[in-house]
């Protein structure tokens, strides 16, 4: 079992920044990916951001390329998600993800285990 345990979601203004930290414990010894996704209000959960294990491959959402950066720190067992030029469309609920043994992917289905979620509100 993997838990994942998200911070540092908040109130921003839009063209402002913040910084998700997912931190994992449990049986943090396999190679996870480790994903992004987020629910915006009344919506599905849909796809962010996706990092390999070694960190050398990630893969983004169009919505958010180019303004979000993930990154992972395996020494720490903490997956990060820098949020810059935020825009109100932003606002969601931010969930972190992780899967065992498939490459990096978008589809929701493929990751095992699931943060609680931390929400992130972007004002106009």
């Known amino acids: 079992q993997v838990q994942l345990v998200e911070s540092g979601g908040g109130l921003v203004q839009a063209g402002g920044s913040l910084r998700l930290s997912c931190a994992a414990s449990g049986r943090t010894s396999s190679s996870y990916v480790m994903g992004w996704f987020r629910r915006p209000p009344g919506k599905e959960r849909e796809f962010v951001a996706v990092?390999?294990?070694?960190?050398?491959?990630?893969y983004y959402a169009d919505s958010v390329k180019g303004r979000f950066t993930i990154s992972r720190d395996n020494a720490k067992n903490t997956v990060y998600l820098q949020m810059n030029s935020l825009k109100p469309e932003d606002t969601a609920v931010y969930y972190c993800?992780?899967?065992?043994?498939?490459?990096?992917?978008?589809?929701?289905?493929?990751?095992?285990?699931w943060g609680q979620g931390t929400q992130v509100t972007v004002s106009s």
């Open positions: 990092i390999s294990w070694t960190g050398g491959r990630t």
């Open positions: 993800a992780a899967a065992a043994g498939i490459g990096p992917s978008r589809r929701e289905y493929e990751y095992n285990y």
